[in-house]
């Protein structure tokens, strides 16, 4: 059985999508740079854990997509992700701390662009 393609209108999307705002936020707080393979190689993962699977060129806007929000619209709408809050955005399995006001904001964020 062969992972079924990700639509345009899939709500897995927007959750793909604040998932890789919410790595290319803590990996810039982190190393101070904006890591577009951590952002590939992420995007993949996330994508074989959901057993999903994405066009790649699919993947390369919703990972340009996902680092503009991060380096652009987080700090306009007020959300600084800083070296102390960036293990508050996830579980310790990886995942979207969905009971983080931050993630609450990236996920609005993440809706609205898509």
Known sequence: MTNP??????????????????IAAAS???????????????CRRWLKKNQ????????VRMGQLALKIASKDLLEAGVA???????ALFTDE?????????????????NDAL
């Open 5 to 22: 393609e990700l639509t345009e209108h899939d709500s897995a999307r927007a959750d793909l999508l604040c998932f890789l705002v919410a």
């Open 52 to 59: 999903l699977k994405m066009h790649w060129l699919e993947r």
């Open 28 to 42: 810039y707080a982190l190393s101070e740079e904006w890591r577009v393979d951590h952002i590939v190689e992420c």
């Open 81 to 87: 992700v800083r070296l102390s809050s960036v293990q």
């Open 94 to 110: 990886m995942e979207l701390n969905g009971s983080s006001t931050m993630v609450q904001r990236m996920r609005v964020l993440c």
